[in-house]
């Protein structure tokens, strides 16, 4: 199942905001769990950028429980708000005060969600993780820091006595949008931000990238039929 969140003619709202809550995700998880094809307790969640962030959050907040996480180049908390019960929204971009630009005017998200400039209240509280999780690093990700999230996950497992549950994999060269192998990667591309289209940098150089796609896709493999298909 791939879920919409953010931008899609189906949800509500208005375009640039992230018009759904804890509700729909965990909505959208128990929908997974009751098919006949599923087994309701081997259900795992990936997340990609703040695709990372709503993974935590629903593994920790929403009271359901997944076998496994996958998390690729993403925050721990988030500088947007999701919906609140009354259908409150904040726009997408609307902390623009991290944004920083290459010599060229592309714009890098990057310092958007360092730990430290993330509202503390967003924070993810990981110390209720109970599942395994992969996170993976582009050492070179520049819409996101990736190494610093890691490492406050990894720290906080740690403290919790949970470092058991963490695996990090991390891949010099390679940039934000890991995905499978095969698939193509702009180190720079133009993308919507209010209140204009910019060039977004995410990193990445061919080769490296390359390459940390088709190791990392035969990990998450091995590591989803480890948790999965116990």
Not at 34 to 59: E, K, N
Not at 193 to 208: D, F, M, N, Q, S
Not at 210 to 216: N, R
Request: charged share 20%; hydrophobic share 35%; with cysteine.
């Amino acid at each position: 199942l791939s879920l919409a969140y953010i931008g899609h003619k189906d949800l509500p709202g208005p375009p640039n905001r992230v018009n759904v809550g804890d509700s729909y995700f965990k909505a959208a998880f128990q929908l997974l769990q009751d098919h006949p094809q599923v087994v309701s307790d081997r259900v795992g969640i990936i997340g990609l950028s703040f695709g990372c962030y709503v993974t935590l959050r629903i593994a920790t907040r929403t009271g359901v429980k997944p076998a496994c996480l996958v998390c690729i180049n993403g925050p721990v908390g988030s500088t947007v708000t999701l919906s609140d019960s009354e259908g409150r929204t904040e726009i997408f971009d609307s902390y623009q005060k991290y944004w920083t630009y290459d010599d060229q005017g592309y714009v890098i998200f990057k310092e958007v969600s360092l730990p430290a400039n993330l509202p503390p209240d967003s924070i993810v509280e990981l110390d209720k993780l109970n599942c395994p999780l992969m996170y993976i690093v582009g050492e070179d990700d520049l819409s996101a820091s990736s190494t610093e999230n890691a490492d406050m996950i990894e720290e906080t497992l740690r403290s919790a006595g949970k470092r058991h549950l963490f695996t990090r994999l991390s891949y010099p060269g390679a940039g934000h949008l890991i995905e499978p192998p095969y698939s193509p990667n702009a180190r720079a591309s133009l993308w919507s931000v209010k209140p204009k289209k910019l060039i977004t940098l995410w990193g990445g150089h061919p080769a490296p990238h390359a390459a940390a796609q088709e190791d990392a896709w035969e990990k998450v493999l091995n590591f989803l039929n480890a948790n999965l298909r116990r």
